[in-house]
């Protein structure tokens, strides 16, 4: 089976701080995600890349930043986090073979900026 | 530009009754289709998707989705409901032309069943 795991399933920072969100998938998948998910709002994608030290925008990078530097691993960067980045945080991955391909997705990181 | 829409943000059922759960898609070229599960605290789950081929797919737990391209529809089903099934569902969409393996996904639809 598939595995994605996220370094904290919870997690609480204070406004400024520099946070780090890690993502780790064992299939040897090309591409991988992150994406935030907020209620009503449902996902959107933050980041994606598809090769190590590859990456490309999603539909809101803004306050954001990432770094691929071994192909399972997959880290989100909050440079000066804020109270509007509080949020649910999903990383997924996939083959990178198809247009079809699945996503598979880890249990997610809830963060609260205070 | 392409979008997935889902119509009913919350939709509650009886345990026993049908499920219908309405996926709409905007897309000029032909789409692969996916619908999510996410139980409460938990990341994101396949339920079943269509690429190319038979347009009814089965997915897991019962649950299935017809795609139909006159309707620009992707309606997920189950003939009866559990307990076990509320859950918030996702639909979502890729395309050749948009960016590789990236999804867009509609809003959620969160499913209540009532004993």
């Known amino acids: 089976d598939v595995k994605v795991t996220q370094s904290s399933r919870y997690l609480v920072k204070r406004t400024g701080e520099k946070v780090f969100l890690e993502c780790v998938q064992d299939m040897d998948h090309e591409n991988m995600f992150w994406y935030r998910q907020d209620p009503g709002l449902g996902l959107r994608l933050i980041y994606f890349?598809?090769?190590?030290?590859?990456?490309e925008k999603g539909d809101i990078p803004e306050g954001y930043s990432v770094s691929r530097e071994k192909k399972e691993r997959f880290s989100l960067i909050l440079e000066s986090a804020s109270t509007n980045q509080t949020s649910m945080y999903l990383c997924?991955?996939?083959?990178?073979?198809?247009?079809?391909?699945?996503?598979?997705f880890g249990p997610g990181t809830r963060l609260t900026v205070l | 530009a392409q979008s997935v829409t889902q119509l009913g943000s919350h939709v509650s059922v009886s345990e026993g009754a049908l499920v219908l759960l309405r996926c709409n898609y905007s897309s000029s070229v032909p789409p692969y289709l996916f619908w999510y599960v996410q139980y409460p605290n938990q990341g994101l789950q396949l339920l079943l998707k269509y690429t190319t081929g038979a347009t009814l797919v089965k997915g897991i737990n019962g649950f299935e989705a017809e795609f139909k391209k006159s309707e620009t529809s992707f309606h997920l089903t189950k003939p009866s409901a559990h307990m076990s099934d509320a859950a918030e569902y996702f639909c979502a969409v890729s395309f050749y032309g948009g960016s590789q393996g990236n999804l867009i996904f509609g809003k959620g639809t969160k499913l209540s069943v009532k004993p």
């Open positions: 997924a991955s996939s083959f990178g073979t198809s247009v079809g391909d699945t996503q598979y």
């Open positions: 890349s598809y090769d190590v030290k590859m990456k």
